[in-house]
């Protein structure tokens, strides 16, 4: 017989677009960029040192309200931030990711 867990399983936040590497101009065709939501809590990591990017959530449907936003320097492979989602209302949000050189990655994930 097995146990009933209480472990919530985590949800990845399918991301698209394209991070534009400060320096040499060039897109990386591969995100390097992860998210994932585990309970009340969204996660991100980095796989790569991208440099400073801003983060943002938005409400898609209140003519895409910030809700969250942040600035990160991105320094070295690995590197993980998290924020709570708990107060957030129910609805679609869209997760941003911006730098300097032009680059944008998003990706939209619901609040239940």
Do not use: C, H, W
Request: charged fraction near 20%.
């Amino acid at each position: 017989m097995y146990a009933m867990s209480n472990e919530v399983l985590r949800r990845p936040i399918i991301l698209d677009g394209e991070i534009i590497e400060e320096g040499n101009r060039s897109i990386n065709p591969l995100i390097p960029i992860s998210a994932d939501i585990d309970g009340s809590t969204l996660f991100i990591k980095f796989s790569k040192a991208i440099g400073n990017v801003d983060i943002a959530v938005k409400e898609i449907t209140d003519a895409k309200k910030e809700v969250y936003s942040s600035s990160m320097d991105v320094t070295a492979a690995g590197q993980v931030t998290s924020f709570s989602i708990a107060d957030l209302t129910p609805g679609t949000y869209v997760l941003e990711f911006t730098n300097a050189a032009g680059g944008y990655v998003y990706g939209q994930f619901i609040v239940e």
